[in-house]
């Protein structure tokens, strides 16, 4: 059973950035078969999908049009994890972040989520 | 990118009633629609994907149909512990895509 555990703080400045770490256990970040996600959840943008890693064959990234020129993730493979790093933060970045596992498409598994809150 | 839009924004129900929840795609998705169910302080939880396929461990209760574009999920005889918030996603076409979300109440 794969699960997700996730760190970082919860309190960023404004213009700072946002750092977040999801440690996997019961697979691994070089999973064929997984990508490996994070999603963000705030009242005035619902559920909205940042970006994954994934390996099949080599690394890969993938990132939404709205934060493309902001967000890095990335994995550690000595750790058996990946991070996100969301720079040029601003207060609509105020939000409830999850890192997810997914699976043909299908978000299947989910850390427990971080609130994290943009303000001086 | 696939719009999705969900309706009722907000369902009223007694428990045992019946419920139906509504997702549209902007354009066809296929049967490559999943439903979650989200409770307060907690993340999502898948509930059905393939627009119909129940996942492990969800109770008959649940069951979803569609295709296309117009989706349903429908909750047979409401419990007390299907109060939640649900999202449809669809993985058809990249990047996938969520619904704003139905969120169910007791009446």
């Known amino acids: 059973q794969v699960q997700l555990q996730q760190s970082g703080p919860r309190l960023v400045k404004p213009s700072q950035t946002l750092s977040l770490t999801c440690a996997i256990s019961?697979?691994?970040?070089?999973?064929?078969?997984?990508?490996w996600n994070w999603i963000r959840q705030s009242p005035s943008r619902g559920l909205e999908w940042l970006g994954r890693?994934?390996?099949?064959?080599?690394?890969?990234?993938d990132y939404a049009v709205s934060v493309k020129s902001r967000i890095t993730i990335n994995p550690d493979t000595s750790e058996n994890q990946f991070s996100l790093q969301l720079n040029s933060v601003t207060p609509e970045d105020t939000a409830v972040y999850y890192c997810?596992?997914?699976?043909?498409?299908?978000?299947?598994?989910w850390g427990q989520g971080t609130l994290v809150t943009v303000s001086s | 990118e696939t719009g999705m839009t969900q309706s009722p924004a907000t369902l009223s129900v007694s428990p045992g009633e019946r419920a139906t929840l509504s997702c549209r795609a902007s354009?066809?998705?296929?049967?490559?629609l999943a439903w979650y169910q989200q409770k307060p302080g907690q993340a999502p939880r898948l509930l059905i994907y393939?627009?119909?396929t129940r996942a492990t461990g969800i109770p008959a209760r649940f069951s979803g149909s569609g295709s296309g574009t117009e989706f349903t999920l429908t909750i047979s005889s409401l419990q007390s512990e299907d109060f939640a918030i649900y999202y449809c996603q669809q993985y058809n076409n990249w990047p996938w895509t969520f619904g704003q979300g139905t969120k169910v109440e007791v009446k």
């Open positions: 997810v596992g997914v699976r043909g498409g299908l978000f299947d598994y």
């Open positions: 019961g697979d691994s970040v070089s999973s064929n078969s997984l990508t």
């Open positions: 890693t994934y390996y099949r064959s080599k690394w890969d990234n």
């Open positions: 393939g627009a119909s």
């Open positions: 354009q066809s998705v296929s049967t490559n």
